[in-house]
C-alpha cells in the first residue's frame, strides 16, 4: 500500500494493532468452512448479494465472503473500505459508494466491482485492538435502518467469537465440531423461521412492516444466541 497516497488509513496506534493481530491471522488457514457458513447466514439475514469477514493486515486485507470459495481473498488494503471500519468506533456505513465515495480509499474499486452500498462493523481483540470487519454490501444504493444496524454490531460479535474460536481449537480440536453439533439444529429451525417470514411478506404486503419487524427480531435473537454459544465454547 502507498502510505503517502492513503495516510488516512493509518491509525497513530498501527505498531500496537498489528502486534494483537498476529495471533488472529486465521483466515486463509484450513479450516474455514465455519466462517463461509456463518457469511452465508449473515448475507441471507440482510438480503444482500455479499458478506465479508475481514482482517486489515499492514499492506492488504484478507477476507472470507459467501461466495463459498474454498480459499480467502486478498486485497490491497487501499482498495478496501474495511481499512476505515477499523478507524471507527460504530458502524461504517455507505449508501451510495459511486455518488459519495469514500475519500480514504481508491473510488475506482468500487465502481469496477458494480458495489453501491458498504456497511462494516470492526472487529476487536478482548483488549479493544481493531484487526478487522464483519461487512455487508449489495450492487445498489440503499439504506441502514436503525435496526439492522444492530444486527450487524451484534453479528460482529459472533464474528469476533468465530475468530478467536478458530485460533483456540489449535489446542483443542474438538472445540468447533462440538460447537456445530449444538448449534446446527437451532440455527435452521430460526433460518426456516425467517424464510416463513418472508414469504408471508411476499403475499402480504400490507403487513410488509409487521413483517421486517419480525425478521429483524428473529435475526437478532439468531444472533445473540449464536454469540452465548460462543462464549460458553470459548470458556467465557
Known amino acids: ?34 466462517f463461509n457458513d456463518f457469511v452465508g447466514v449473515v448475507a441471507k439475514l440482510f438480503d444482500m448479494p455479499i458478506a465479508l469477514i475481514s482482517l486489515v493486515r499492514a499492506d492488504d486485507v484478507v477476507f472470507i465472503g459467501n461466495e463459498g470459495l474454498p480459499e480467502a481473498r486478498i486485497v490491497d488494503r487501499a482498495d478496501s473500505m474495511c481499512s476505515v471500519a477499523i478507524l ?38 478482548p483488549d479493544g485492538t481493531a484487526i478487522g470487519s464483519l461487512c455487508v454490501l449489495d450492487h445498489k444504493p440503499r439504506q441502514l435502518t436503525p435496526a439492522e444496524g444492530l444486527l450487524l ?5 459472533v464474528a469476533q467469537g468465530l475468530v478467536q474460536l478458530q485460533v483456540a ?11 456445530r453439533a449444538r448449534l446446527d439444529g437451532p440455527m435452521q429451525q430460526s433460518l426456516t423461521r425467517l424464510t416463513t417470514l418472508a414469504e408471508l411478506r411476499r403475499w402480504d404486503p400490507a403487513e410488509d ?8 427480531d428473529e435475526a437478532r435473537y ?13 470458556g467465557k
Open 1 to 34: 500500500m502507498d502510505v503517502t497516497k492513503y495516510p488516512g488509513l493509518i491509525p497513530s496506534d498501527e505498531h500496537k494493532r498489528l502486534e494483537g493481530l498476529q495471533p488472529y491471522q486465521v483466515l486463509g488457514t484450513p479450516g474455514q468452512a465455519l
Open 88 to 125: 471507527e468506533d460504530g458502524l461504517t456505513v455507505f449508501e451510495d459508494v459511486v455518488a459519495e465515495p469514500c475519500a480514504l480509499v481508491n473510488p475506482w474499486v468500487a465502481q469496477d466491482l458494480n458495489l453501491g452500498f458498504y456497511a462494516g462493523q470492526a472487529l476487536r481483540t
Open 153 to 157: 454490531q451484534d453479528l460482529a460479535l
Open 169 to 179: 481449537q489449535v489446542h483443542d480440536a474438538s472445540l468447533v465440531p462440538t460447537l
Open 209 to 216: 412492516q409487521r413483517y421486517d419487524d419480525s425478521r429483524l
Open 222 to 234: 439468531l444472533a445473540q444466541s449464536l454469540h452465548r454459544e460462543l462464549q460458553k465454547a470459548l
